[in-house]
């Protein structure tokens, strides 16, 4: 065999090192104070040094409202555009309004007017945005209204944010009012998105042919139709029962010229999911064939097909093959499996998909898991329910623990889990998750590894 070059020698055992030492956890100060004093420290210094892509990923899975504004509030200050603030603001805005924290909402976003971007409209059209996530559409509106004295211009953005607020605060029946009133009484004219907004109103509300009525309006004034604004219209018809309106509709728009996309195919596919597997599958190869890759939504309406059919076998063959079309799974799909897996009373095999679920960060919802610890107690599998209960305490939000204690109590599990924590929980996390402890001796030997690998980088490294 011929020899490695140096370099690529000298990276290997670099590689080697580093994921060597990861692996062996460092030792606990002795002192127990200590300890606490050095953890806050290094999570303060954290917060202050995180990045900005860092802060995001932590958002997401941080539930308590306290963390996830301690995370945001160390990064707020450093986002260059209103664009990349406002992604990591609603999560946080969302967290808050969960824990009904109103009033730590209002002062977040109030505080943001007190600096110079106040006087960007894209930065308040954030703001407006976020009392919209929140529900206080109120204060939305009255952020709108205070742009004059911000010192802000106001177009056709700042309408849409102050809409789009509405609608998020499900105030369906007010968006056609604002949109009649506020183009006129501030000289704005509303724009294709403005006519999106108002169309995803009237199907909030129940009213798809109110939509289709503002559709004619575009048509007639030369605005122009986007998929989003028809695929809302599409999944509104469909939802309310009334799919040959929708399959007309489709062919109109089509004829039309109107940019169709795979998020218009996929509200087809879930329609046709209904009517079993094989008509999801002749709109999977229709989109394919129109040129839009087919995405895990598309995928999970198949399987569901499979499962609404009863065909176990090919919906798991859906499942493993996401990859390989080049899709991850979703919370979305783990969910539907372990359902029905439960309801076929394979609740070993929904342990298992459970397991893979956690490993990429995508748990289903409490009640397809609360199913799912059932089935495992009811097959004398209290381990792993005891282990499943633990992972998901530490995945699900704070406002959950008390529902997965009293499923704990109703299942007989609480005492056995108290009587186990300080001998098991460790193991059994690890076995929820389908990861494995080291034991001393090999952290020992990893060590020793390491260690040596060290100075044999050193060799090379003056070698070379």
């Not at 995803?200 to 986007?226: D, H, N």
Request: net charge positive; charged share 25%.
């Amino acid at each position: 065999m011929a020899s490695m070059a140096p370099s690529r020698q000298l990276h290997r055992l670099r590689r080697l090192s580093t994921t060597s030492a990861a692996a062996v956890p460092a030792a606990p100060p002795a002192d127990a104070t200590a300890a606490v004093a050095t953890t806050s420290a290094d999570a303060a210094a954290a917060d202050s040094s995180i990045s900005i892509s860092r802060a995001k990923s932590k958002l997401r899975s941080e539930f308590d409202p306290d963390k996830a504004l301690r995370i945001y509030s160390s990064v707020s200050k450093r986002y260059s555009s209103p664009v990349s603030s406002r992604y990591a603001q609603d999560l946080t805005i969302r967290r808050l309004a969960k824990s009904r924290r109103f009033a730590d909402i209002e002062a977040l976003v109030e505080s943001h007017k007190a600096g110079p971007q106040a006087a960007q409209e894209p930065y308040l059209c954030t703001l407006i945005r976020s009392y919209g996530v929140a529900g206080m559409f109120d204060h939305a509106m009255r952020t709108f209204e205070e742009m004059d004295r911000l010192g802000a211009p106001r177009t056709v953005l700042s309408l849409n944010a102050v809409l789009s607020a509405c609608n998020a605060s499900r105030l369906f029946g007010r968006v056609p009012e604002l949109f009649a009133a506020l183009p006129g009484k501030y000289g704005v004219s509303p724009d294709r998105v403005s006519y999106g907004i108002l169309v995803k109103s009237y199907c909030e509300a129940g009213a798809p042919e109110k939509g289709i009525e503002v559709l004619r309006e575009m048509e007639e004034k030369g605005v122009e139709v986007t998929a989003v604004t028809f695929t809302t219209i599409l999944d509104s018809l469909y939802k309310s029962g009334r799919a040959a309106e929708a399959e007309a509709l489709w062919d109109e728009m089509a004829k039309a010229g109107c940019a169709l996309d795979a998020a218009a195919y996929n509200v087809r596919i879930m329609n046709a999911q209904s009517s079993g597997p094989e008509d999801v599958k002749k709109l999977i190869r229709e989109m394919s064939d129109a040129g839009f890759k087919p995405d895990t939504i598309s995928y999970n309406y198949l399987m569901t097909a499979f499962l609404k059919a009863g065909e176990m076998d090919e919906a798991i063959g859906v499942y493993k093959e996401l990859e390989g079309n080049g899709c991850k799974p979703n919370a979305a799909s783990f969910r539907t499996l372990i359902h029905y897996l439960c309801k076929d009373g394979d609740y070993e095999k929904g342990y298992k998909i459970f397991k893979e679920s956690v490993k990429v960060h995508k748990i289903p919802d409490f009640m397809t898991l609360r199913s799912l610890v059932e089935g495992l107690v009811e097959k004398k599998m209290t381990k792993e329910a005891k282990g499943m209960i633990r992972t998901i305490k530490k995945k699900f939000p704070p406002n959950f623990l008390n529902a997965w204690k009293k499923v704990e109590e109703n299942l007989g599990l609480a005492s056995a889990a108290n009587e186990a924590d300080a001998s098991l929980t460790l193991e059994e996390d690890k076995e929820a998750t389908g990861t494995h402890a080291l034991d001393s001796g090999s952290e020992r030997r990893i060590e020793s590894f390491a260690l040596a690998l060290d100075g044999l980088i050193g060799k090379v490294s003056k070698c070379h």
